[in-house]
């Protein structure tokens, strides 16, 4: 602590022991103060600090061996160097989310190309929707290679300026996204072909064959044609409605799977569901999610299913925030449909609540808000 020779003592060593360590000024002489503990002052301060970004980037850095600034000989750990600490902690962050947002954007465009490509494979597609679409497809084929060019460049330009390139794209996707998802809802419900055994009314003369018989081992194999639906044709609103429930948990994939979550960026789970999540679709995005991606790798372990893998993904007070989307949604689900909730929303809120630190039980919002949403599911 104390260099034995000149009896000052080591700044960094100093420093790093606040709030244990003090100055005061007595008889007009300086004194260094740092308090004796149990607890090693380093681990305390640690403790204290669990939720300082700013030490953090510091202690992160100098844990890992990387260099926090170019030091001198002196000792003293000035303002400047822990402004270089956490800059140095902030940009390699920010590098990474990058990394992780650019990988995501480039899903979402292929994701939508291929919709659209098949939405122009559909039988029976009307001219001007068809017209819309190849516009569509021309729009993104260009944005895609705006985004390659972006990509290419992302490692030498500067991050601000790639950030707000990136933004720029993600916009103009959304647009065109928005706009296939009105064409496709806008289509009209697709007729069923007439089957190559059945006759029509001008062939009278010859008679059909009898529908229990051989004829029926010919329609059984058209179940394997790649034409024919493989399950019931659905409505134009109920077609819209699940592509749009697989959108979302599509988009929620991209934000949470891999090292680091996208929070709040411009696709971050929080971002998709304050868009999406409403009193209509709040029960079914539930169900659609355990019965997709909730069977796939790492989330099928998630014995609760939707709610304990977005609160996995959640620190602190934002679980409270993802909970409280559930929340009021299911709430509001509840009353249209005349269900008393007021005991299980009572209970969800509460486990929800963060404490003075932020911090939230996961256990405790999940079985609350899995028992809100069965009991609303039920009806």
């Given at each position: 602590m ?14 790093f022991?606040k ?10 002489q ?14 305390a301060?640690?403790a204290?600090?669990a ?19 170019p ?5 003293t ?7 270089n ?7 390699l ?26 939405l ?8 001007d ?9 021309k ?6 290679e ?29 647009e ?12 009209p ?12 009314e001008?062939t ?11 004829t ?19 409505s134009?609103?109920?077609a ?14 991209k ?23 409403n ?17 796939q ?26 909970a ?16 008393n ?12 609540k ?13 079985s ?12």
């Amino acid at each position: 602590m104390f260099n034995g020779v000149t009896n000052i003592p080591n700044m960094v060593a100093f420093n790093f022991l606040k709030p244990w360590s003090w100055t005061s000024n007595y008889g007009n002489q300086i004194q260094f103060n740092y308090q004796d503990m149990d607890v090693p002052p380093q681990i305390a301060y640690m403790a204290q600090n669990a939720m300082n970004p700013v030490f953090w980037a510091n202690y992160n850095l100098a844990y890992t061996s990387q260099p926090i600034m170019p030091f001198t000989a002196t000792d003293t750990m000035n303002q400047q160097a822990i402004n270089n600490a956490y800059q140095q902690g902030y940009q390699l962050g920010e590098q990474l989310k990058l990394q992780g947002s650019l990988q995501t954007a480039s899903g979402n465009i292929n994701n939508l190309k291929q919709t659209v490509e098949t939405l122009l494979a559909k039988k029976d597609l009307p001219a001007d929707k068809k017209q819309e679409l190849e516009n569509i497809k021309k729009q993104i084929e260009k944005l895609e290679e705006k985004f390659n060019q972006l990509s290419k460049k992302a490692q030498t330009q500067e991050l601000n300026k790639t950030k707000e390139e990136l933004e720029a794209i993600l916009g103009e996707l959304l647009e065109l996204t928005n706009k296939a998802t009105e064409i496709a809802k806008s289509l009209p419900e697709a007729t069923e072909a007439t089957s190559p055994t059945e006759p029509t009314e001008a062939t009278g003369a010859t008679s059909p064959t009898s529908p229990t018989e051989a004829t029926n081992a010919t329609e059984a194999t058209g179940a394997t044609d790649a034409t024919e639906p493989t399950e019931p044709t659905l409505s134009d609103e109920e077609a819209a409605k699940k592509y749009q429930l697989n959108q979302v948990c599509l988009m929620l994939d991209k934000a949470i799977d891999g090292p680091g979550t996208d929070y709040d960026g411009e696709q971050g789970m929080k971002t998709v569901l304050e868009a999406f999540v409403n009193a209509d679709n709040v029960v079914e995005l539930w169900d659609q999610w355990d019965k997709t991606y909730g069977q796939q790798g790492a989330y099928k372990d998630d014995e609760d299913g939707f709610i304990e893998t977005l609160m996995d993904e959640c620190e602190f007070g934002q679980k409270e925030e993802i909970a409280t989307i559930l929340i009021n949604a299911l709430e509001l689900r509840a009353l249209k449909n005349g269900i008393n909730v007021d005991t299980e929303l009572a209970a969800a809120r509460r486990a929800a609540k963060s404490n003075w630190l932020g911090w939230s039980d996961s256990d405790a919002i999940q079985s609350t808000l899995k028992a809100l949403y069965e009991k609303v599911k039920a009806k």
